[in-house]
């Protein structure tokens, strides 16, 4: 009898989480029904207890609502992890195209000797990968598929559509669409056929298309379905042998770490792709990673650390660009820099210091209103911090009005967050008619 209390529990928790993620997805019941497979009446009779939650109509959710495989979890219960080669990797990738997932856990960030593991298995095969002989895998594929180098150059050309849409209008619905080259460049592999240089660039591809899909989940606060996907970029990027990608995955799961879970283990992100990619990249992309590392430090208040690596990255960055920079790295500035090390500044307590960066970043000309509307509202939610620490309200005020301005068509919960966090620390001065006009009108 406790063993059934127990089953009818889970599945009322299934059903309550499957309306719950339905309702949220925004998509009208006629459409969620077509897309999922099922009938409407269906599917309300599912969530309603008058019909049995299967695997079928879990993994349907999935799917439709990239969860990711929590549904299918929440039935099935957990599945062991795949190896960390070409087979594994396929078959994490087809499981995520189908909404499912491989590797399941509750939602709780991979920490301490569990991502030293995580870091250890990608290491092994992506060291497998540049090791291994030319045309060990070609007896295993068959004819290529017809159009499949234009196929690869298209997804390619709306991958980086996507990465500029994102720095725009924020995470919104940039999920779902980097899910869908995930998937169909994962389909292009697995059909089979691809010469191994086509086949590495699609693994790359789809190591790029998940850490798009996880960094607009984490943009949205959804952070265990971003882990995953995360390291499904880390795989892929494994796989294709990669490093470049996998260090950039690396980056981008840092500053999930810093921000929702230890910075320590972002830290220890960031050094470990810095030595992964020693002798294999170009400046740029390694003051990437010594401008996020100096990030990190500066969660954990190492603020001699923090000086180093500022250093660090901006005298990688005087080395200019490179032919091979990579593309997705259109970002990487020195006002960039100086936003990172005003962010830096602040969270080490020195709000003058903090300001001294945001202006040199402005001094450098950052694009943050064009171009990078939702990372600009964050930086200027913490230069009004800076300007409230030294009791300068109307600076404070000018820099939260500029970040509402970014903010207006942009939809990003991690920049909304900020300008609510400000809003919280600026009402204790309400008394200000300056700060009571924008706290009543913005």
């Given amino acids: 009898m406790i063993q059934i209390l127990k089953e009818q529990a889970v599945d009322a928790d299934v059903r309550t989480a499957m309306r719950e993620a339905r309702q949220n997805s925004g998509l009208e019941w006629d459409r969620f029904a077509r897309e999922a497979g099922f009938s409407r009446s269906h599917l309300r009779a599912v969530e309603n207890g008058n019909r049995a939650v299967t695997c079928d109509v879990a993994r349907a959710y999935d799917r439709v609502l990239g969860t990711c495989g929590a549904f299918t979890e929440m039935v099935d219960g957990p599945r062991a992890a795949p190896p960390w080669n070409r087979r594994g990797t396929l078959e994490i990738l087809s499981d995520q195209a189908r909404g499912g997932g491989v590797d399941r856990r509750s939602f709780v960030l991979t920490s301490g000797t ?7 298995h990608w290491h092994t095969a992506v060291t497998g990968q540049s090791e291994q002989p030319a045309g060990t895998a070609t007896m295993l594929r068959g004819r290529p598929p017809f159009g499949a180098p234009a196929l690869l150059d298209h997804i390619g050309d709306r991958l980086e559509h996507l990465r500029h849409l994102d720095d725009e209008l924020g995470s919104g619905q940039i999920a779902r669409l980097a899910r869908n080259e995930l998937a169909l460049v994962t389909q292009l592999i697995n059909g089979g056929g691809l010469p191994e240089r086509a086949e590495a660039r699609a693994l790359s591809l789809a190591a790029e298309a998940a850490r798009q899909t996880a960094w607009s989940l984490f943009d949205s606060d959804r952070h265990g379905l971003a882990e995953r996907y995360f390291e499904t970029a880390l795989r892929a990027s494994a796989t294709g042998g990669d490093v470049t990608a996998g260090a950039y995955a690396m980056s981008f799961l840092a500053v999930q770490h810093y921000t929702v879970g230890d910075p320590r283990d972002a830290v220890n992100l960031l050094t470990f792709a810095e030595e992964s990619v020693a002798g294999q990249t170009t400046p740029r992309m390694r003051a990437m990673l010594a401008a996020r590392k100096a990030r990190a430090l500066s969660k954990t208040g190492d603020r001699a650390a923090v000086t180093r690596a500022l250093h660090h990255a901006r005298d990688l960055l005087e ?18 820099i100086e936003m990172i090390a005003g ?6 307590h020195d709000p003058a210091a903090a300001l001294r960066f945001f202006t040199a970043a402005s001094d450098a000309d950052y694009p943050g209103d064009q171009q990078f509307p939702r990372s600009h509202a964050i930086y200027l939610a913490r230069a009004a911090e800076a300007h409230l620490a030294l009791r300068d309200l109307d600076a404070a005020v000018t820099c939260a009005r500029h970040a509402a301005r970014c903010l207006s068509a942009v939809d990003s919960a991690r920049s909304g967050s900020a300008l609510s966090g400000l809003r919280r620390k600026l009402a204790p001065y309400s008394a200000s008619p300056t700060v009571r006009d924008f706290l009543q009108g913005g």
């Fill in 319 to 336: 080395h200019g660009p490179h032919d091979d920079d990579p593309p997705v790295l259109y970002w990487v500035t020195l006002a960039e």
């Fill in 343 to 348: 962010s830096s500044a602040l969270e080490l």
């Fill in 114 to 120: 569990a991502l030293a593991a995580l870091l250890g």
